[in-house]
């Protein structure tokens, strides 16, 4: 007998594109599939309201105040939709969630999703730990932070994230990488390193070109010009950097990458690099935050610290270089993924978390039980 199908609201503050937003919609619209009823309140007029919608996702617009006054709407859309579980994926939902909950006895159980390395107070996290049912952390490192300060391991549950579903499937139209290779070489004969994400330490990236003989393109996907990275480029003469704001579908940019590259120090567990590794993409990572959890330096991927520019440009080097390396670490890679990191995988563990945090909540509550979506 198949276990009756959940009424699910996530909530996110956080409306503009990312790798965050991006997991919220794939798992809304997979749940949506999967015959849950499923709501995401974001905010009013956002880029992450618009995806919701145009994944045939139920939006329900927040506008994002005190905790009071967001509480107060999050109560509302939870009772409308007679919500059996609350995902809070960032910080001021998170907060306006427990408003909801303390001041308008919204039922539903609550779970946490930390998607990057906390920095909340210990005391605060501590104390809004015992005001939920469960937490996901999406690495390791993510949830060695939270135990660290104050999280109770009973209360944790790792579920990584995966690669989007049909994204390893889906072949990007040629005219489309056309396009795209035309966007980004800027000189012919040389190869392109790209980075796709929102602003995440690509100035590492760029200083590192001063270290790097052959030309290079390098692709900054997902920021617009600014006026450091400017100065830093022309301070590179003999290389090219491209500057690619936002896109919708980075699949086309992808095709086009020699090296995937990712110098952030605060990824929880990152969709580009999940990507780059199912895609078949040669990558080169910082040893922090929850990059490690995913690649195993030297065996499906590089890893360089952070801040030594010289370590990111021999890294460089050694991927378009050295015989043989490039294709060793992304069969490595690529068979990762499709043995632990599938999309498949995270929703059904995550749906595991779901029904464990609404059965802890019953009990909590003296056998309250949730009205199910028929």
């Known amino acids: 007998m198949s276990e009756p199908r959940l009424s699910i609201l996530h909530t996110c503050w ?6 965050q937003t991006r997991v919220i919609i794939d798992l809304a619209r997979a749940q949506t599939a999967a015959g849950h009823r499923v709501r995401v309140a974001c905010p009013a007029g956002s880029a992450l309201e618009g995806q919701v919608i145009d994944a045939g996702v139920s939006a329900a617009p927040l506008t994002f105040g005190g905790a009071g006054e967001t509480g107060a709407e999050i109560a509302r859309i939870a009772t409308e939709s007679r919500a059996e579980l609350i995902n809070a994926h960032s910080s001021r939902d998170r907060k306006a969630v427990l408003w909801a909950r303390r001041h308008r006895g919204v039922p539903a159980a609550v779970v946490f999703t930390r998607h990057v390395r906390t920095l909340t107070f210990p ?3 501590w104390w809004q730990s015992t005001q939920v049912e469960r937490y996901i952390a999406v690495s390791r490192d993510v949830a060695e932070r939270l135990i660290a300060r104050g999280v109770p391991r009973g209360k944790l549950v ?3 994230n995966g690669v989007p579903p049909g994204f390893m499937e889906r072949v990007p139209d040629p005219a489309a990488v056309a396009e795209a290779r ?3 070489t800027r000189l012919p004969a040389a190869p392109i390193v790209g980075v796709v994400s929102r602003r995440k330490a ?3 990236l760029v200083r590192a070109l001063r270290h790097v003989e052959r030309p290079l393109n390098l692709a900054l996907i997902g920021v617009g010009p600014e006026p ?4 830093l480029a022309a301070e590179a003469p003999q290389h090219a950097v491209t500057f ?3 896109v919708t579908d980075p699949r086309p940019y992808y095709a086009c990458l020699a090296v995937s590259a990712l110098p952030s120090r605060q990824e929880g567990l990152s969709i580009a690099q999940l990507e780059s590794m199912a895609l078949g993409i040669p990558f080169v990572g910082s040893r922090f935050a929850g990059i490690p959890d995913l690649t195993d330096d030297g065996v499906d991927g590089l890893l360089v610290e952070h801040g030594d520019t010289r370590a990111w440009a021999r890294a460089i080097e050694r991927l378009l270089s050295e015989p043989g390396l490039a294709d060793r670490l992304v069969a490595a890679a690529r068979r ?3 043995e632990s990191y599938t999309f498949d995988r995270t929703l059904a563990r995550t749906e595991a978390v779901y029904r464990d945090a609404i059965a802890f909540r019953a009990r909590s509550r003296g056998g309250y039980q949730a009205v199910t979506a028929g």
């Open 14 to 19: 956080e409306g503009h594109p990312s790798g």
């Open 123 to 125: 005391l605060k996290l």
């Open 158 to 160: 790792v579920v990584p």
């Open 182 to 184: 035309a966007r980004l």
């Open 202 to 204: 690509q100035d590492v």
């Open 228 to 231: 450091l990275l400017e100065r």
């Open 244 to 246: 690619v704001p936002f």
């Open 336 to 338: 990762k993924v499709l």
